[in-house]
């Protein structure tokens, strides 16, 4: 290879890093800005209510706006299917685990009476994983969340992490919590494998992009379509 490819191939790899490196930035500032978002919209009124329950995921982080997000996306398809305006009130909190959920966002449910609940916690307590912890938590999640709320298992975290045994043992948790408390579970490990790709993902190869969070919705449209 000459010395003027050598310097090109350079110049592109000196982009490519950069444009990553700019996406990682967005990405970390989004948590603030999604933030904002959702607060901002919960204040928008609606004939129906769809509360959001959980983390990062539910934030959109990784989606290119928070409302294309699996939240976002929900709502819009609720608003669709049923003729009338939905308000969003997204409780979540990036890097929230199942007792953050319990403390935090379950006692403000209080305040509202929603339609429709939906809720994806666990993933992070997966990453470091006690399944014991994990089952006593997520029980008692389920004994405070209404029934019929709509309850995803764990994603697939792709060969990027590689947590599938620790996954699946969350899920049996999940399927066993859930019918014994009149809970839908969605089955989101699937809808995650199925077609796994890179271009389901954001820079940080972790949260889900606009394409990956279609997906997520899609699970969670199996049952909440039925509502």
């Not at 990553?20 to 930035?25: A, D, I, P, R, Y």
């Not at 470091?128 to 209404?146: C, G, S, V």
């Not at 796994?196 to 199996?222: E, I, K, M, Q, V």
């Amino acid at each position: 290879m000459g010395k003027r490819a050598l310097i090109i191939v350079g110049f592109l790899l000196a982009i490519l890093i950069l444009a990553e490196l700019l996406s990682l930035l967005q990405l970390r500032a989004s948590l603030t800005t999604n933030a904002e978002y959702w607060q901002q919209r919960s204040s928008e009124p609606g004939e129906l209510t769809y509360v959001a329950l959980g983390d990062s995921t539910a934030q959109g982080i990784g989606a290119r706006q928070p409302d294309k997000g699996y939240v976002g996306v929900l709502a819009d398809r609720l608003a669709t299917k049923t003729g009338k305006s939905i308000r969003v009130v997204n409780l979540s909190v990036s890097g929230a685990r199942i007792r953050d959920v319990i403390d935090k966002q379950i006692p403000q449910l209080k305040d509202y009476s929603p339609d429709f609940i939906t809720i994806e916690a666990g993933a992070n307590d997966v990453v470091k994983y006690d399944a014991k912890k994990f089952a006593n938590d997520f029980q008692e999640l389920a004994e405070l969340i209404p029934p019929n709320t709509v309850v995803a298992n764990m994603p697939y975290f792709g060969g990027r992490i590689s947590r599938d045994t620790q996954i699946k043992s969350a899920n049996g948790i999940v399927a066993e919590s859930a019918v014994k408390n009149d809970l839908l579970v969605v089955d989101l490990y699937t809808y995650t494998k199925v077609g796994d790709t890179p271009f389901n993902y954001a820079a940080d190869l972790f949260h889900p992009s606009n394409r990956g969070y279609r997906n997520w919705a899609d699970a969670f449209w199996t049952k909440l379509k039925d509502l």
